[in-house]
């Protein structure tokens, strides 16, 4: 391995390793201020609006949004739609990407024209939800789920990552007798690994996050997911209690509990996401070598 021994070069490193430093430091700050911010006492956050690192440790805030179900409900109503809606997904994508994957399928180009077309163009909101209306999902989990099942962008590049294997693969398996469910399942997903991956990160990370479709389908407040909670706390400033039906007149929770209710909100991605990050560049790249 050729090492970099001239003056210039030396400089730049240095240079780039400053210049990443300070991006990613200010990356970094707003996060640690949020979760500094939940665990401090509300008269050291009205006198220091930024702090990173607490006098007094104060868990008053936590204590406050679990003190009923309320956020717990909404937590595991986002768990239930963020695991159901991403194992559908990747099933419906895996699925049809090895399909249009294959060279042999009638009809490849045109099915694949319809799919490109809707990445560029869609029915809209209106239509959308007149769709969900009149096939009975209104106010239903199933709301957030099945109108998204395919995000055409991820289908397209795991079906390019299928089409990056290696045909002998498949070839072997079918001399022995294998059909096209046991090649996919048996030896497309196994060797697919970093691909299905990070489109199910992209996939959980959009369950997570919805917010639009919940404030569009969902009518009953008891099946709004975290991030609609979070919305409710942070930006409407209302209490969070909860009576069964809707939410109570209560004093505007502290700047505290928002800061709490968000790192609640975000914490479950940001543990998830070291597990998948090796797979995560890795998965991407080779997924978009060829279309």
Request: hydrophobic share 55%; aromatic share 12%.
């Amino acid at each position: 391995m050729i090492q970099d021994k001239t003056l210039g070069s030396r400089l730049f490193n240095v240079a780039n390793i400053i210049i990443l430093g300070i991006i990613a430091l200010v990356t970094v700050l707003p996060f640690l201020h949020v979760i500094a911010a939940s665990f401090t006492t509300s008269a050291e956050l009205a006198n220091s609006r930024f702090v990173l690192f607490p006098k007094v440790w104060s868990f008053d805030a936590y204590r406050y949004i679990f003190s009923t179900d309320t956020i717990s409900r909404a937590l595991m109503v986002s768990v239930i739609v963020t695991v159901g809606g991403t194992l559908w997904s990747m099933l419906m994508s895996v699925m049809t990407g090895y399909g249009l994957s294959r060279r042999d399928l009638v009809g490849r180009r045109q099915i694949m024209f319809l799919i490109i077309f809707t990445m560029l163009f869609n029915g809209g909101m209106i239509p959308t939800f007149l769709v969900v209306q009149q096939t009975g999902l209104m106010n239903s989990l199933l709301a957030l789920i099945i109108p998204v099942s395919i995000n055409a962008f991820n289908m397209v590049i795991l079906k390019s990552f299928f089409q990056n294997l290696p045909a002998g693969l498949e070839e072997s398996a079918k001399i022995d007798g294998a059909g096209d469910f046991s090649i996919l399942f048996r030896i497309v997903i196994p060797c697919s690994l970093p691909a299905i991956a990070t489109i199910s990160l992209f996939y959980a990370v959009t369950y997570w996050n919805t917010y639009m479709h919940a404030i569009l389908y969902l009518s009953d407040s008891s099946k709004w997911p975290v991030q609609v909670l979070l919305r409710q706390i942070v930006v409407l400033a209302t209490g969070i209690n909860y009576d069964g039906s809707e939410f109570t007149d209560v004093p505007p929770p502290e700047i505290t509990v928002k800061m709490a209710t968000i790192v609640v909100a975000t914490l479950p991605v940001l543990a998830v996401y070291p597990f998948l990050q090796k797979y995560f560049a890795k998965g991407a790249l080779l997924g978009s070598v060829k279309g």
